[in-house]
């Protein structure tokens, strides 16, 4: 998980989400069985994007690209079915993958809530291991975190070891490089590729543990 930026609200939502807060709400208060449709009006092509565009189209949670083996989940950040009035709320919605979204489902602990990526710091409360993630500094909020959408999943893991190898490869160019002009090229080429990759958490972390200590890379997103 890596901190995001909330993009400009899509036009959709801004013509329409207070409209369709209130039609929803009268079903909520008076009607029997909330009417899917309205429940489900947030899908809608502009807002889609632009989650997809703010979450570099990875799931907000693990950092999977989604959109290469399936077109990704709408994700309400705190549960629609526990609080429907942020159904169409823009800062409540973010990307997610199948995986995550299944396993976060109406979960919310009040008490411990799960780590937001538009609001948290992330690396103050998780730490990745080599592919593994778990929480630091005793953050009950890291440790239900990476419990309940199962961070350490096996595929996770496995994908996340397939990157390290790709970043190691890179950092053995970059120390057997002596021109200074091709290794500060290498290293923009790492930057990039930690930035864009899937599990940029993971990738920056490997990088800070086992590149050179003169070298920093910083996430842009
Ligand atoms: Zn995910």
């Known amino acids: 998980m890596i901190e995001l930026k909330k993009t400009a609200k899509p036009q959709s939502l801004i013509n329409n989400g207070d409209n369709w807060t209130k039609d929803l709400m009268i079903d909520f208060y008076q009607a029997s069985v909330i009417d899917k449709t309205k429940q489900n009006k947030y899908n809608k092509p502009d807002i889609k994007q632009a989650l997809i565009d703010e979450t570099n189209e990875k799931c907000a949670y693990c950092e999977s690209k989604v959109t290469h083996i399936y077109p990704g989940d709408i994700e309400h950040i705190i549960p629609k079915s526990l609080y ?113 990759s899937e599990y940029s958490f993971t990738l920056k972390q490997f990088f800070e543990d086992n590149g050179s200590v003169t070298q920093t890379v910083s996430l842009d997103n």
């Not at 992330?122 to 199962?150: D, V, Y």
């Open 84 to 196: 429907p009035r942020l159904t169409f709320s823009w800062n409540n919605l973010t990307f997610g993958c199948f995986w995550c979204n299944n396993k976060k489902r109406d979960f919310l602990s009040k008490e411990c809530m799960i780590l937001n990526p538009y609001k948290d710091k992330i690396n103050t409360h998780l730490r990745a291991f080599g592919p593994i993630i778990l929480h630091i500094n005793n953050s009950k909020r890291g440790e239900i975190t990476w419990r309940q959408l199962e961070l350490n999943r096996t595929e996770l893991r496995d994908k996340r070891l397939e990157k390290i190898e790709e970043l190691k490869n890179l950092i053995d160019k970059l120390n057997s490089e002596n021109i200074p002009a091709l290794k500060s090229l290498i290293l923009n080429e790492i930057n990039d590729f930690i930035n864009r």
